[in-house]
């Protein structure tokens, strides 16, 4: 205890994570109620996927429960039959539904306070890439890439994103952006040329909390190495760096995969190694993908407790972390210069 103590003092521990929330994706509502308990005895924010079927009483006995049980919700809309997720293809589609599912809310007598626009290609166009991969190689991906580069139609899904984003606070809702890595790598500079070759607007609009997806199971399978909490420090130093306390990193992926997911951690050890180098690089702010995989790992409690407490001090990034990015950054210029 005298050595944690010591070690404490002299800067080799951080503080736990001011915030923590976990996302739920495909689990019904009645077994997302059955782990509020758990979220709350950690205080950690539920952020629940809503679909436009999902608009019924299952969905409003949940959100009055979360109430009851003092765990706040963030609403994280999705349009399965146009893509899934919020991009250049869809954003006015999006605006007509985070309204409406705002007024059905509000003739129901329940409220949330946080609006999630998870900022990625559609599900679609994903697939898309993944096969041309694997099918045609860098040099197919760049061609596909290439051809979603539409500045006009990428400036016009902006606009109407930064719209609706002002409705929402005209309302006293807030927006959340969360964002895949290379769209933190396109901050570099001024332009916006990977945020458009993935239909995935961020800058020039007024978000409240950024969260970047810094899911290393995922990432590594991309890349083809394993990446160490390195890999979520880098981008966890950057974000900090570009947001301040607007900044969060999402962390993961859990068990189970999503819809895109390779299998994830099935060590909480690993969370807290995360959640250690985030923390470190500056962000106090965490989100863990997802409640769905803890509950096939045997609940939430387990994850939530390795995620919560003061962690060692480490950020280093690995090679394939800087190699990736670098990438990223080249591609970036690439594009820049063909302009």
Known sequence: MLLIVGLAATGCFNDPVSELAVW???????????????LARFEADLYLAVQPDDLGEDLLALLREAKTQNVGVRLWPQLPDLGVWINETNAVEFGVYVFELLEWMAANDVSVDWIIFDL?????????????????GLAGVLDLLAAHRVPEDFEAARRTIAEIVEQLHSVDVRAMAVTLPWTIDDLADSDADL??????????????????????PWFSDFVGASLSPGFVGSYAESIAALFGDRAQVAIGNISSPGLLLPQGYSDPFDVTRDVAAARSAGVADVSLYSLDGMVLAGGAERWLAAASGPTLALNQADLPTVLMRQVFGLLDRALSLAE
């Open 24 to 38: 739920s994706e495909f689990l019904p509502p009645q077994e997302v109620s059955g782990q509020l308990p758990a």
């Open 195 to 216: 945020q458009d070759i993935f239909d995935t607007p961020l800058v020039g609009i007024g978000w409240d909390k950024i969260s970047v997806m810094a899911y290393r």
């Open 120 to 136: 990625e290609p559609s599900f679609e166009y994903a697939e898309q890439l993944r096969g041309t991969l694997s099918e045609e």
